[in-house]
């Protein structure tokens, strides 16, 4: 049974990562903050007849994801996935961005990239084999005025993506970003509905993406089918950029 850990994922884009990670048979660990949404995607999982654990975590904690790692690995006994999903925005024109509006999202996309990564790289190094899937965002490539913190931590997931995989792929281990456009989740949600109008008058396929479009990209970039694929980022949204 493959060992996956997806963090983030208590709504939207993780949760569908995770409910479809359980569908193919895999043995799930859900990673975020909020207690009662992920004890309800692991009830949700076992109603379906998957399997998974869930651990509370701050993913900016740096501890408390070698804690994750450690013990998901004993139970799992392999860690085959890693999906670092987790992420935040705090949109802000430059001029208006406090420090620790920039300091936390970097933490929160970025670093809490690194700690995950970091802790499963020992497993994946001794087992000679894994995959790691960071999600990016198309706002890491084509910049977005109002989310310089935001596209720089999503740029820097690029970065690091290209890095590992040219680190670790002697050892079987590859390393995909993805990069979604617009997905309808509780990120999106608030979002004005002229602005919503305006984004979508710029995606050729004229409409926002589903959590399930990009979980769907994520499997298949965890699947032997995308064996030889690695430090790549795969854009999944809709023909927008
Ligand atoms: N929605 C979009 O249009 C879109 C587009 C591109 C990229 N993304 C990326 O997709 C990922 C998932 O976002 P989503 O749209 O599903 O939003 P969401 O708000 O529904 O989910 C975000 C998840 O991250 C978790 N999280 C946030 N901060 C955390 C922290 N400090 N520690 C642990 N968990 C934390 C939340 O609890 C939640 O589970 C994010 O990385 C986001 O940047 C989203």
Redesign the pocket.
């Known amino acids: 049974m493959k060992g996956v850990i997806v963090?983030?994922?208590?709504?939207?884009?993780?949760k569908a990562i995770a409910l479809r990670f359980a569908k193919e048979g895999a043995f799930v660990a859900l990673?975020?903050?909020?207690e009662d949404k992920l004890k309800e995607n692991v009830k949700e999982i076992e109603g379906l007849g998957g399997k998974a654990v869930y651990y509370t975590?701050?993913?900016?904690d740096f501890k408390r994801a070698e804690e994750i790692v450690k013990d998901f690995h004993q139970k799992a006994e392999r860690i085959d996935v890693l999906v670092n999903?987790?992420?935040?925005?705090r949109d802000k024109f430059l001029i208006q961005m406090k420090e620790e509006d920039f300091s936390e999202i970097v933490d929160?996309?970025l670093k809490?990239t690194f700690n995950f990564s970091r802790a499963v790289s020992r497993i994946m190094l001794r087992q000679k084999g894994g995959v790691i899937i960071n999600?990016?965002?198309?706002v890491g490539i084509t910049g977005n005025p109002g989310q310089a913190n935001y596209a720089a931590s999503?740029a820097g997931i690029i970065a690091f993506t290209k890095s590992l995989a040219k680190e670790l792929g002697s050892r079987n281990i590859r390393v995909v970003a993805v990069?979604?456009?617009?997905?309808e989740?509780?990120?999106?949600e608030s979002l004005p509905e002229d602005v919503k109008k305006a984004y979508l008058e710029t995606i050729a396929l004229r409409r926002f993406a589903s959590?399930d479009d990009i979980a769907g990209v994520v499997a298949f970039l965890a699947s032997d089918d995308a064996s030889y694929i690695s430090g790549q980022v795969i854009v999944v949204d809709g023909g927008m950029i």
């Open positions: 963090t983030g994922a208590s709504s939207g884009i993780g990673v975020a903050r909020s975590a701050d993913v900016r999903n987790a992420g935040a925005t929160i996309n809490g999600i990016s965002s198309v999503k990069a979604p456009g617009f997905v989740t509780k990120m999106t959590p």
